[in-house]
């Protein structure tokens, strides 16, 4: 029953800020701002988290079979990069600014990036949150998800209180304090706890060092690998007797 707990209480929460904000100007403003968002997230990431997500356990206990799926899921990252970009262009933030069009309201642009880069950090999270799911770490991802929902709201109304004028910031500003949770959540959790992989070990996860491993050996030819080898080794000789 914690699975599903937090989705239901963030579309609640989405339903409840729609509500409350349907007599103000910016509120189907902030609706097609939050779409931008979810749109990047689901067309980047839920392809290739169905996909780990129904891998067989036996496949997880071994590092090197660990480190195969998770290269997987880090092609969501380049993905996510190349959607975003196409949503945005769709969604009118790089459009010059018209009288009749959404991306001449003042700070539509800002809000709308700020929004992309929430989802990026959230899909650059993602191999962690598959790696959570996969370990049956359920506990992690509840705590991990309602500690980010919770800064998400605090940072959105601090936002709103300090600057009443610019609200499509203050909105933008806790989507992005909610990604940046998640992404800081799970990392600590991965390098800091007992139950985790180590700060190597998740750092590799993070910077898709699995993904260009798993590229590398399908793209080149082995016996080029050979010889970048005997190459590389020849240059650190030379460095270390010079």
């Known amino acids: 029953m914690a699975q599903p707990c937090i989705p239901s ?4 929460f989405h339903q409840w800020q729609t509500s409350l904000s349907l007599n103000f100007w910016w509120a189907p403003i902030i609706v097609q701002l939050q779409m931008v968002c979810d749109t990047i997230l689901m067309l980047s990431r839920e392809g290739f988290r169905d996909a780990c997500q129904r891998t067989p356990p036996d496949a997880w206990r071994s590092p090197s079979g660990r480190a ?22 769709f969604s009118g933030a790089f459009s010059a600014p018209t009288g009749g069009d959404v991306g001449s309201i003042a700070g539509y642009s800002e ?29 992690v991802r509840v705590r991990v998800e309602m500690v980010a929902l919770v800064l998400k709201v605090s940072t959105t109304a ?50 898709g060092v699995h993904t260009v491993r798993a590229l590398f050996r399908v793209l080149l030819p082995t016996s080029f690998l050979r010889e970048a080898r005997c190459v590389l080794r020849f240059e650190i000789v030379c460095t270390q007797l010079c």
């Open 9 to 12: 209480v963030r579309r609640n």
């Open 68 to 89: 195969r799926i998770l290269s997987i899921s880090w092609l969501a990252v380049p993905t996510a990069a190349l959607v975003g970009s196409v949503v945005l262009g």
């Open 111 to 139: 809000a709308a990036l700020i929004f992309a880069a929430a989802a990026g950090l959230e899909v650059l999270a993602e191999p962690l949150y598959v790696l959570a799911h996969n370990l049956l770490l359920i506990h």
């Open 158 to 207: 601090a936002a709103v209180a300090l600057h009443p004028a610019a609200p499509l910031r203050s909105f933008a500003l806790g989507q992005l304090a909610f990604g940046l949770g998640i992404l800081v959540g799970f990392a600590g959790f991965f390098t800091l706890s007992a139950e985790g992989v180590g700060f190597s070990e998740t750092l590799r996860v993070l910077c």
